[in-house]
């Protein structure tokens, strides 16, 4: 306790564990919540002044009287955040943006903030990891002429973001990132679950605000086991969660929304970062496949359709197939789990007879994009037939199809929207299991071939292909 002026005010002293944010009275050597060892902190809590960008007393309203603001929303230039976004960064948001350092979160946001200022509204950067020189550096690498809307705060204080927040006023806040920010209130290090927490608190207030609505992005850190650093709990606090997936020597980033209650949810944006910025990639089906004109194909190679979030995507996958010296071949896939490419290699070894058994098998997809769905097993497959034959799979041929134990093609779901994406890339034939599209006069500018089995679908590639070879054949006889 403590005395001012004449009150005496009660001061709450509590310990947190700094690995999952338990909560306990007093310390103690072990965590009760993850049983970790000497990770309680302590915490104390001071009387909280009053901000003026806290809202009032809430009262409650009728629902049918409350005015929605989703559709309110600020469309940047960078296509593939909008598309991740829902559509654009809604005015009254909160959102937290993690990913590895050096894949690109500052210069993302940054690349935002310039885009959202030329527009007119006011943005606040606050940065706690770099210093102002460092910031102005990278705007003056990757925006060129900058707009002086744009206000920058190096600081690791929190309370002086929301002094600058109350006097600059901004339509838009970006936070680099929470868990290096710290509130006067709180006796604990920044980073804790309490900081962390707290500070998080403040800025959805903020945002939350009836009165002045405000767009907030927030940068979280993210641990070695490729989650954001401190409590779920802060997952749960905002209203969109943004993952940027990449490698820092890799120039292809994926964007990935795993919560967003505006809508998006699921979503996948892809950029390429460039030492001009990150760059959105709006045609990601001629990114992930090798361009080659007709004749052209080579061994090894076939191509199929996934989905990302709501949008089909033409993927290439290559197949190198090679004797083994060892007692035990190798089956490498970077794009694929290793027990499901064994999986295949066996299906594809009893039920198509093709023998595996003395092979090294490796895998790997154009742009390094990894393979969740079922739908690619009948692609995958072709792409080892084709490199142990030495048989080029024409560049204008897709598989779309789930292959079972039994050696039969199942059906994928979305399939005509898969095809229609085909269909718009210039492609002539794809190959799908018997009855997996219902109407099949759709399509009238692409070939859909129906096959039941694995090796249906082996020997008809086989026909054709030599069929082809024959026609090239007499054409170069014949001569121009």
Not at 415 to 421: D, K, P, W
Request: with cysteine; hydrophobic share 40%.
């Amino acid at each position: 306790m403590f005395r001012e002026g004449s009150v005496i005010i009660k001061i709450k002293v509590a310990y947190f564990c700094s690995k999952c944010g338990q909560e306990s009275p007093k310390w103690s050597g072990k965590c009760s919540g993850c049983n970790s060892w000497n990770t309680l902190e302590e915490a104390v809590a001071k009387p909280k002044k009053s901000s003026p960008l806290l809202r009032k007393n809430a009262a409650a309203k009728r629902l049918s009287e409350i005015e929605t603001c989703n559709s309110d929303r600020i469309v940047t230039a960078l296509s593939e955040f909008n598309r991740v976004l829902g559509g654009g960064i809604v005015k009254d948001s909160t959102v937290i943006l993690s990913a590895r350092p050096g894949a690109g979160k500052s210069t993302l946001l940054l690349q935002a903030a310039a885009d959202v200022a030329s527009q007119g509204y006011k943005v606040l950067y606050a940065s706690a990891e770099e210093s102002e020189s460092q910031i102005k550096s990278r705007a003056d690498r990757i925006l060129g002429q900058m707009d002086g809307s744009i206000w920058i705060i190096a600081d690791t204080s929190m309370d002086n973001v929301l002094r600058a927040i109350a006097e600059i006023d901004p339509e838009m806040i970006i936070i680099d990132s929470i868990q290096t920010f710290s509130l006067e209130a709180y006796n604990s290090r920044p980073g804790s679950p309490l900081q962390t927490m707290e500070c998080a608190n403040e800025l959805v207030k903020i945002a939350k605000n009836s009165d002045r609505p405000r767009a907030v992005i927030i940068v979280g850190q993210m641990t070695k086991d490729d989650e954001i650093a401190g409590l779920r709990a802060l997952e749960h606090l905002v209203d969109t969660v943004l993952i940027i997936d990449g490698e820092s020597g890799e120039e292809l980033r994926g964007l990935l929304c795993t919560k967003n209650r505006f809508g998006g949810t699921g979503e996948m944006g892809f950029f390429a970062m460039t030492e001009a910025g990150m760059t959105s990639i709006d045609n990601p089906s001629e990114f992930f496949m090798t361009k080659r004109e007709e004749g052209e194909g080579v061994s090894g190679s076939a191509l199929t359709v996934i989905r990302e979030g709501s949008r089909p995507i033409i993927v290439e996958i290559e197949s190198l197939v090679s004797k083994s010296f060892t007692p035990y071949p190798s089956r490498i896939a970077e794009c694929l789990r290793r027990d499901q490419l064994n999986t295949l290699i066996s299906i594809l070894e009893q039920r198509g007879g093709i023998d595996l058994y003395s092979k090294d098998v490796v895998l790997k997809t154009t742009g390094g994009l990894q393979l969740k769905e079922q739908s690619v097993n009948l692609a995958v497959m072709m792409a080892i037939v084709s490199s142990i034959r030495n048989m080029p799979v024409p560049a204008d041929i897709a598989f779309i199809a789930d292959v079972g134990l039994t050696g039969e093609l199942k059906k994928v779901p979305l399939l005509e929207n898969r095809i229609r994406e085909l269909a718009r890339m210039g492609f002539r034939t794809v190959y799908i299991a018997v009855n997996a599209l219902q109407d099949l006069l759709k399509f009238k500018s692409i070939e859909i071939v129906e096959l039941r089995t694995l090796s249906a679908v082996i020997s008809h590639l086989d026909a054709r292909t030599a069929s082809v070879a024959r026609t090239a054949s007499v054409k170069q006889k014949k001569g121009p």
